[in-house]
């Protein structure tokens, strides 16, 4: 299953950012997000591709982060299959990022479809491509394809972009966890 590339590359970016600053669990421990310097790092890595690096100030990495509570809802309620709950939550991002499509020509001359907030600043513009991007997905038949790992003691977030849709860990990591949990407890 694939996404457009720029959807994918928001809801990629969705997913790093969403992990990266919600606390929890993480493969087996307790996780803290990061704070300070590490945490501009980890926020200009999520936003940065192969041929643009992000720097955001420290005030634009927190200020982008007050949207990942309301992300992390619209995982955990498409996780549980309440997908008009998510779609609440998306309507609401939406509005408050007031997120406004735009066809933009790429390097070759196409178009492709990008979303921006009214000022296309750095804060403004990622919050509103996150929540189209969430609504993209949503508004599609991919909105069951937003999970939360269901690996004992991870809850982070994924986008299962399988080909069958039976994705049901964040990594591999926390796949192998639980295989190798379940082969330990049948071999007892």
């Not at 997000?33 to 926020?43: I, N, S, Y």
């Not at 992390?72 to 709950?85: C, I, N, Q, W």
């Not at 933009?104 to 479809?113: A, F, V």
């Not at 997905?137 to 790992?149: E, I, K, N, Q, T």
Request: overall charge neutral; glycine content about 10%.
């Amino acid at each position: 299953m694939r996404f457009d590339g720029h959807i994918e590359r928001l809801l990629d970016t969705t997913v790093l950012l969403v992990n990266l600053a919600s606390p929890g669990d993480a493969h087996g421990t307790a996780y803290a997000p990061p704070v300070g310097d590490d945490l501009v790092r980890g926020v200009a890595d999520a936003t940065s591709s192969a041929d643009r690096r992000s720097r955001p100030a420290a005030a634009e990495a927190v200020a982008l982060l007050g949207v990942v509570p309301r992300a992390r809802a619209v995982f955990e309620a498409a996780d549980r299959g309440d997908l008009a709950a998510a779609a609440g939550v998306v309507n609401d991002l939406l509005d408050v990022t007031a997120a406004r499509p735009r066809l933009d020509p790429d390097d070759e001359g196409r178009y492709q479809l990008h979303f921006h907030g009214p000022d296309d600043g750095y804060v403004r513009g990622w919050q509103a491509g996150i929540a189209s991007g969430l609504a993209v997905a949503l508004g599609s038949d991919l909105g069951g394809r937003l999970g939360v790992c269901e690996a004992p003691a991870c809850d982070r977030v994924y986008v299962d972009g399988s080909k069958n849709g039976t994705r049901r860990y964040c990594s591999p990591r926390c796949q192998s966890r639980v295989k190798a949990a379940a082969h330990r407890a049948r071999a007892r």
